[in-house]
């Protein structure tokens, strides 16, 4: 019981290790722009590759859907219907670009209106936040797979292969609610000045 344990532990170990490589990498870094860019070109992507699949013809693209969730992920208002009306030829890809350039532009324009410095620490709080809730849900997720993962032997599948497999695939989830969530607290807050509020 005690082996088997073990292996069970060795697969919450290694996520245990990357989540915690990544949270010392946010408390030792100032800065932490490059990795909140990479995770918004991320998830403009998929928000875009989820209305305007990958290698498929213009009939299937689903553009005021794409435009209502670039509105209520990142608020950005982007006439794509438009830009598609004017320029026929205008293919997914340069639609893509379009789009990830006009996240660039909004996020940049936000962080004009303050102290990057003050910025910085925002966004450092907002990541660290996120990942530490998402990851003590994980956790629980886990724990909760593992009492009933033994039930897999009455399906001739072996528990410890599907343990490892299902708890994979749970991580990846936990990193992908960790991005999109990060990105549309950062996308969609509102800056005010004093005055203002």
Known sequence: IRKQLLEYDDVSNDQRKVIYHQRNELLQTDDISETVRAMREAVVSDVFHRYVPEDSLEEQWEIEALEQALLAECQLRLPVSEWIKAEPDLDDSHMLKRIAEAAEESYAAKIA?????????????????????????????????????????????????????????????????????????????????????
């Open 113 to 197: 209106l303050v102290d990057p410095a003050a910025w910085h620490q925002f966004e450092r709080n907002v990541m660290l936040q996120s990942l530490d809730s998402h990851w003590r849900e994980h956790l629980a997720a886990l724990d909760h797979l593992r009492q009933g993962i033994h039930l897999r032997g009455y399906a001739q599948k072996n528990p410890k292969q599907e343990y490892k497999r299902e708890a994979f695939e749970l991580f990846s989830q936990l990193l992908d609610v960790v991005k999109l969530e990060v990105t549309r607290m950062l996308m969609t807050v509102r800056i005010q000045s004093q005055d203002q509020v």
